[in-house]
């Protein structure tokens, strides 16, 4: 859901139509978050979700993953 999230806020930091967001409730919060958004920055937020995910499946030790990948997210 995170991610989806993410993915909501980089749609409207890139002008994405309304009805392209998965979380259309969560709109006002959107635009709280709007005038901090860097487009670059969420993007790699993205990105670095997606590695988390392939990290995942790999033989490693999940709290290490998700502590390593979420102290990068910036927001």
């Keep these: 859901a995170f991610q989806w999230w993410l993915r909501d806020l ?3 930091a890139e002008k994405g139509s309304a ?11 959107q635009l709280r ?5 860097d487009r670059q ?5 993205i990105e ?4 988390l ?3 995942l499946l790999s ?4 709290a ?3 502590e390593v990948h979420l102290l990068k997210i910036q927001l």
């Design 48 to 51: 670095l979700l997606e590695d």
């Design 19 to 29: 009805h392209q967001v998965a979380f259309p409730s969560l709109a006002p919060e």
């Design 59 to 62: 033989n490693v030790q999940e």
């Design 53 to 55: 995910q392939r990290t």
């Design 33 to 37: 978050w709007k005038p901090r958004a």
């Design 41 to 45: 920055a969420l993007l790699a937020n």
């Design 64 to 66: 290490l993953a998700l």
């Design 10 to 12: 980089w749609l409207s």
